[in-house]
């Protein structure tokens, strides 16, 4: 109880100041902000014209995530203390998270007829004009968002984001390709960048990108989008390389289908029974069974996709799998038969034949 009562006396004590706000700081759950707020709110009816508890209020409010309306507390500090930055980002972040996008666009005129036109509002505007459907004044802004903001990653990475929800491409890709030349290594180039330009084919531009980046050894997700983007530039062992400390399924998986596209039936068996061995998930199985297949040898392959539609008869991959290589199997033992029904004919040379 006392530690409670500590932590909502340093969030009530720091935030006076939001660069300030220690509580930033320090990893606490949702009841601590509730208490806060509970006694923040109680300060208020005793004071309700002091402009500092009110500033508290719309800080923990939003560290909850706006529960309670904040117009009130927004007018009020306005009126009596103006419109500084810091609570005109609580109020866009305010009006955004209840989509009251119509107040977004009131707040950015009348922030920009104190201080002029800014770039930082294009932000606000594209998000408020999305919200409300203007779909073509969003996308003009947001270009201008983005010729403006080329050194700037988080708003270049916003900018890619928002076009590709605009499915947009070809500008998302634009976007994409200067965050990358404003921070080669910001995230987004990795996790997002690099997998656009792989589902596009754009495995040149790709590869010229992962040249730039420095993947860290512990992300897993990275080194495969790597791998995957090598292999694709026809760099068969660079791929394999880049996978090899890492012992997951997936990369397993990964790895027996490279080699199975390339014909190393023995590596790609071999990779798939290491995923068998984990998880013995159908999929894996079911690959092993067309690699046996592949190889001529049917009665493995056969065995292999009845056992997965045994296990899960919903399985028609399994079904369809085992119907054909089973009908394969009956044609190559017919041929068998019908070829023991053939007579052998006995046929003397003609100089035996003389003599007898």
């Avoid at 107040?103 to 294009?122: H, I, P, R, T």
């Avoid at 708003?155 to 390709?177: H, I, N, P, V």
Wanted: proline share 3%; hydrophobic share 35%.
């Amino acid at each position: 109880m006392i530690y409670r009562v500590l932590i909502c006396f340093l969030i009530l004590a720091g935030c006076a100041d939001h660069q300030k706000y220690p509580i930033t700081e320090v990893s606490v759950g949702p009841d601590y902000y509730l208490t806060a707020l509970r006694s923040i709110n109680s300060e208020i009816r005793d004071k309700p014209r002091d402009v500092l508890l009110r500033k508290k209020r719309l800080f923990i409010n939003q560290k909850l995530r706006w529960p309670e309306e904040a117009d009130a507390d927004l007018d009020f500090i306005i009126s009596n203390a103006g419109l500084d930055q810091e609570i005109y980002s609580y109020g866009q972040d305010y009006f955004r998270t209840h989509h009251l996008y119509e107040k977004m666009l009131d707040y950015v005129g009348f922030w920009e007829e104190l201080n002029g036109f800014s770039g930082d509002n294009l932000q606000w505007r594209v998000i408020a004009l999305s919200g409300l459907g203007r779909e073509r004044e969003a996308q003009n802004h947001l270009w201008d968002l983005v010729q403006v903001s080329k050194g700037d990653p988080e708003k270049l990475t916003f900018a890619a984001r928002t076009y590709l929800g605009m499915e947009d491409t070809t500008r998302a890709l634009y976007a994409f390709s200067n965050l990358s030349r404003a921070d080669s290594n910001h995230p987004s180039v990795l996790h997002d960048y690099v997998p656009l330009l792989l589902e596009h084919s754009q495995f040149e531009e790709a590869g010229r990108v992962l040249e730039r980046l420095q993947i860290n050894d512990d992300d897993p997700e990275g080194q495969m989008l790597a791998a995957k983007t090598f292999y694709e530039l026809g760099k068969s062992e660079q791929a394999h390389s880049r996978l090899r400390a890492l012992k997951s399924s997936e990369v397993y998986y990964r790895r027996a289908m490279w080699y199975k596209l390339d014909n190393q039936w023995d590596s790609a068996t071999h990779y798939l029974d290491l995923v068998i061995q984990k998880d013995s998930s159908s999929r894996a199985l079911l690959a092993k069974a067309e690699i046996y297949e592949n190889q001529g040898y049917l009665n493995q392959s056969y065995a292999i996709s009845s056992l997965v539609f045994e296990k899960d008869s919903t399985n028609s991959i399994a079904e369809e799998m085992a119907r054909n290589v089973g009908r394969k199997i009956a044609y190559l033992r017919s041929l068998r038969e019908r070829e023991k029904r053939i007579p052998i004919l006995d046929i003397s040379s003609k100089k035996e034949t003389e003599n007898e």
